[in-house]
């Protein structure tokens, strides 16, 4: 894409149609505007982890503020993607249901720097792991963050390029990367990419995920220790089998995060919840999720705000 066409917005929706063949080798972008660090940018992350992250100004690692939601992703499979930011805060959605938020209020007027613009690699060019193997359709921009609903009723329509709030729209139909929005940020095709004829799914075979979220809550020791002593271990079970474990704890460490999301694919059986601290506390629930739901279970540290079993 050209530089500095979206450096103005304090709020804008990001979405896309898109297909991950391949997870290897680590992240994977959807859409990267910016710079390292100065940036932003919806990708996969470590295979069925959906993320979406917005830098702000000072173009630092601390200064970067993400949504992660784990197990949304599927290989060879079409979903549609959408990213919020601005006044709102951040908002992610995965086939039209919202799966993350982040308090953060910065769009793309936050950091200012479009320098490097892409669709399907990351702007760090000299990163090829981070490059797309996949397809994507429908790449739009708008300079208003649209809400669940109307993000949900656009999903399956082919925009015209005029529409009220539309700043880029990439839909390839010409068999080049130009804008079909007034705009006229005309793209242009790199490296193997190409155009070929496919099919969208249709609205009845789309996932709509459940999500399982929450955060390890401060309790005991003031100042909190640098180093993290309440550790949590959070272990997720459906139908008797194990479907995903996520460490926890209050501060980071490179293995372990305050606060996490889970996404459940297939709602239609109980999902067990088990937390283990590095105390011996445990805690558990169990919940029946309904498609698009969200349900938050925090975890505080030397307890749970679940039965705890000591």
């Known amino acids: 894409m050209p530089p500095n066409i979206f450096n103005d917005l304090d709020e804008a929706t990001v979405e896309a149609w898109v297909r991950w063949d391949d997870?290897?080798?680590?992240?994977?972008?959807?859409?990267?505007y910016g710079d390292a660090l100065?940036?932003?940018?919806?990708?996969?992350?470590?295979?069925?982890?959906?993320?979406?992250?917005?830098?702000?100004?000072?173009?630092?690692?601390?200064?970067?503020?993400?949504?992660?939601?784990?197990?949304?992703?599927?290989?060879?499979?079409?979903?549609?993607?959408?990213?919020?930011?601005?006044k709102g805060g951040m908002r992610l959605y995965f086939n039209g249901v919202l799966v993350g938020t982040n308090a953060y209020t910065g769009s793309f007027s936050a950091f200012k720097n479009g320098t490097r613009n892409y669709l399907g690699q990351g702007v760090t060019t000299n990163d090829a792991p981070a490059?797309?193997?996949?397809?994507?359709?429908?790449?739009?921009?708008?300079?208003?963050?649209?809400?669940?609903?109307?993000?949900?009723?656009?999903?399956?329509q082919r925009m015209t390029g005029r529409?009220?709030?539309?700043?880029?729209?990439?839909?390839?139909?010409d068999g080049k990367a130009d804008d079909a929005s007034p705009a006229g940020h005309h793209g242009k095709f790199v490296g193997?990419?190409?155009?070929v004829a496919a099919e969208l799914p249709p609205p009845e075979r789309l996932l709509r995920p459940a999500v399982i979220y929450g955060q390890v809550l401060k309790w005991g020791l003031k100042p909190w220790p640098k180093t993290p002593i309440w550790g949590w271990l959070l272990r997720i079970e459906r139908g008797g089998r194990h479907y995903g474990t996520v460490?926890?704890?209050?501060?980071?460490?490179?293995?372990?995060?305050?606060?996490?999301?889970?996404?459940?694919?297939?709602?239609?059986?109980?999902?067990?919840?088990?937390?283990?601290?590095?105390?011996?506390?445990r805690c558990?629930?169990?919940?029946?999720?309904?498609?698009?739901?969200?349900?938050?279970?925090?975890?505080?540290?030397?307890?749970?705000?679940?039965?705890?079993?000591?």
């Open 23 to 32: 997870f290897s080798g680590g992240m994977k972008r959807v859409f990267n």
């Open 131 to 156: 490059n797309l193997k996949g397809a994507l359709d429908e790449v739009r921009v708008w300079k208003v963050a649209h809400t669940e609903e109307q993000i949900r009723q656009a999903m399956f």
């Open 163 to 173: 529409e009220e709030g539309l700043v880029g729209l990439w839909n390839f139909d």
């Open 247 to 281: 460490a926890l704890a209050n501060s980071y460490t490179p293995a372990m995060v305050d606060s996490y999301a889970l996404a459940i694919l297939d709602t239609d059986q109980d999902v067990v919840l088990h937390g283990f601290d590095s105390w011996g506390h």
């Open 284 to 310: 558990n629930q169990t919940v029946h999720l309904q498609p698009g739901e969200r349900f938050q279970f925090d975890l505080q540290a030397g307890r749970g705000t679940a039965t705890v079993i000591e």
């Open 192 to 195: 193997q990419t190409h155009t």
């Open 38 to 86: 100065r940036d932003m940018s919806i990708l996969s992350m470590w295979g069925a982890t959906l993320g979406f992250v917005v830098a702000g100004p000072t173009g630092t690692p601390a200064d970067l503020h993400w949504i992660q939601v784990g197990g949304l992703l599927r290989p060879q499979q079409w979903c549609h993607v959408a990213g919020v930011s601005g």
